[in-house]
């Protein structure tokens, strides 16, 4: 079981993720960007440019990919996209026996989904699967299960606008699931106990209307709550599924204490805290003695960003951050000993344990890095035996991909920015066109690893800069704060200044920079035409916050209990009124000049088509031509792929008119 950062997430959502991993010091980063494109050089580079490769070598769906165990390892799970009853090719789950990290008979196809690709399936024991499907984009998961044998499938949460989410898979007992969802009221989730069999549901836990998370124990029982009031947040608990939920920790929303496992009798918390600290640690409390806390890690430098519990083993194995990279604190000799093995027969790949035996003794592993999405393989740690299951990508040779390297630079106010810069293979690091590409949440972070969007930028020549602008997590309390009642004004300074920093190291073209954006990063987009309507040379929205009234007034029901908050991270629309209107780039679009582009999907939840809609009109109302994408069958984001071929090869023509990536610089 991973710990994720629970009230992150949820934040995260009401900020509009675009949708979610021994010690090290951060590395020290050259200062110079042409400097460090030259201690890039590879071979590719030494042999000049690279082909263009297809727009569809990106973007499509990997012909096999997303492996799981089931838990005896007798079975392998995967999706591939297949074409159902002749509607566009859709990733479904497909099941093959496996010999060992052998695979033996034909693949068989459990799943029929025909109108988007399934995002997220698990195994249920060996017997089932359960994977998770929404209508259109609009974000209203249902949660279904798959008999393996039989091939009966069955929607385990059905209603209209039911969102639903497994929240213990109970792997102790073989008939039954806890989940929650909405279906009595939309702006709260209750906890129901499934049974497979029948689907017959028995309420668990139910919610008063201020619960937004809930945890459970290793036998499954409902144990801890977190409670959002106003500003906020109260961890509750409880002995036993009897007894009624108490307060034992009360904050306000800006110290995290959060994430609860049990300890394995059942007693303790582990939970992820900031309390009296700048930097999440990894911290033990006991129940009865809360405000005392027992740290088990912490980063001087950097937020802890999960930890994985074992249940072979009853404790905490592992514990990760992110500098540069991704980094592991081990607490367990035989986790440690199997990330070493695969580090010596992986070299300098990342490596995620994405699925294992019940018996923790197979593992699939994701191998991958800056310039490949890698392969995926089957670990035997007992016979110590590493098979390749499919290589994720093999149309694209990774000598023709770019490199990412970390950068850092200052503020106008003296913060040190960190983010990544990809330049193009076989140019000279000298006046290129260049995009910015602000990442969505805005309370979420770039890292280091393959990003199709990078590498097909880069492969059209163009140098791609990231940044993690002041509120990107990961950094500390500090520095998230240092976002509040920023979006437009310092936020947008940050990455303004990532611009300059990039034209005064030479990289950059000041003609040719263009920006481009997804989620915060869509909103990021147009207030950078809008503030500074002299820096870009072209931007692309992609389903961007335009209008930040328009935008609270419209958030999905389930975000709700988080509003106080948002308000007082964001801005309230009658107390902030001036500012919001200030920056909001809808009721600005009469400063634009820069061309534009927008993206957006119709279902969209978390950013409703209004935005869009709204921004493309005050510009066209100026005779304005602004290409605009809509897609019915989209939400918060494209997923289907001949709507993702469709909007990057009319990104890729947008740019290349306003970018002009093959010419050379002028003097």
């Known amino acids: 079981m991973r710990l994720i950062d629970r009230f992150s997430n949820l934040t995260l959502s009401a900020a509009l993720v675009a949708a979610a991993f021994g010690v090290s010091l951060l590395l020290p980063l050259p200062a110079n960007a042409q400097a460090q494109a030259a201690a890039a050089a590879t071979p590719a580079q030494a042999r000049g440019i690279p082909k263009a490769y297809p727009v569809r070598d990106f973007f499509a769906n990997p012909e096999r990919a997303y492996f799981r165990l089931s838990d005896d390892g007798r079975t392998l799970g995967f999706m591939q996209p297949v074409s159902v009853e002749g509607a566009p090719r859709r990733l479904n789950v497909f099941v093959q026996t496996l010999e060992g990290s052998r695979l033996v008979g034909e693949p068989r196809r459990l799943t029929a989904e025909t109108a988007r690709d399934i995002s997220i399936y698990s195994w249920k024991g060996s017997d089932r699967i359960l994977y998770v499907k929404d209508f259109g984009g609009d974000e209203n998961f249902h949660l279904v299960a798959v008999d393996v044998k039989t091939g009966k499938v069955t929607d385990l949460t059905p209603g209209e606008k039911v969102r639903a989410e497994l929240l213990d898979a109970l792997p102790d007992d073989p008939h039954h699931i806890l989940v929650t969802h909405n279906r009595r009221n939309a702006e709260v989730f209750d906890v129901v106990r499934i049974d497979l069999r029948s689907g017959k549901e028995t309420v668990v836990a139910r919610n008063p209307g201020d619960i937004v998370g809930w945890a459970t124990d290793h036998a499954g029982r409902v144990r801890v709550a977190f409670r959002s009031e106003g500003l906020n947040t109260h961890v509750l608990y409880r002995a036993d599924e009897k007894s009624e939920f108490r307060p034992i920790i009360t904050t306000d929303y800006r110290t995290e204490v959060d994430n609860a496992v049990f300890t394995a009798d059942n007693k303790r918390l582990t939970m992820i ?34 930890a994985t519990w074992s249940r072979l083993r009853k404790k905490i194995t592992e514990a990760s951050f992110i500098t540069d990279r991704t980094q592991r604190k081990f607490f367990d000799a035989a986790t440690e000993r199997v990330y070493r093995r695969l580090e010596a027969r992986l070299p300098g790949m990342e490596l995620l344990l994405q699925s294992q035996t019940k018996a923790e003794d197979k593992f699939i592993v994701a191998a991958f890095s800056d310039r490949t999405p890698g392969g995926r393989y089957i670990y035997d740690a007992k016979a110590d035996s590493l098979t390749l299951m499919a290589e994720i990508n093999p149309k694209i040779d990774p000598a023709d991909m770019a490199p990412t390297k970390p950068i850092s630079y200052k503020s106008r106010d003296g ?113 950078g035409v809008a503030f500074t309507p002299d820096l870009y040379a072209a931007a692309v929205n992609y389903v961007g916050v335009s209008n930040l009234f328009t935008f609270m007034n419209t958030i999905p029901p389930y975000w709700k209990p988080f509003l106080p908050k948002f308000h007082d991270m964001v801005g309230h629309p009658e107390r902030d009124k001036e500012r919001l209107a200030r920056t909001s780039p809808a009721l600005n679009a009469d400063k634009i000049k820069t061309p534009l582009m927008v993206v957006q999907g119709a279902r969209d939840p978390r950013v409703n088509k209004a935005e869009s809609d709204q921004m493309v009109e005050a510009l066209r109302k100026r005779g304005v031509d602004v290409p605009y994408i809509v897609k019915d069958n989209e939400g918060h984001g494209f997923r289907n792929e001949e709507n993702q071929y469709e909007f990057y090869g009319a990104m890729e023509a947008f740019l290349a008119r306003h970018l002009e990536p093959q010419r050379a610089p002028k003097d």
Request: charged share 20%; glycine share 14%; net charge neutral.
């Open 273 to 306: 805290s900031n309390r009296g600290r700048d930097k999440k640690a990894l911290v033990s409390i006991d129940p009865a003695k809360p405000d005392a806390e027992t740290v088990i890690f912490e980063h001087p430098e950097v937020d802890l960003g999960g």
């Open 415 to 527: 913060l040190t920015i960190h983010g990544y810069l990809t330049l193009p293979v076989g140019r000279e690091p000298k006046a290129l066109p260049c995009i910015v590409n602000p990442h969505g949440g805005p309370w979420a972070r770039d890292q280091w690893g393959y990003d199709p969007q990078l590498q097909f930028l880069a492969n059209r020549g163009y140098c791609v800069l990231q940044m993690n602008f002041r509120g990107s997590t990961g950094y500390g309390r500090k520095f998230w704060e240092a976002s509040f009642g920023q979006w437009g004004l310092a936020m947008q300074d940050d990455i303004t200044d990532g611009v300059k920093w990039l034209i005064a190291q030479g990289v950059a073209d000041p003609r040719r920079v263009g920006i481009y954006g997804a989620s915060y990063g869509g909103y990021a987009t147009l207030a």
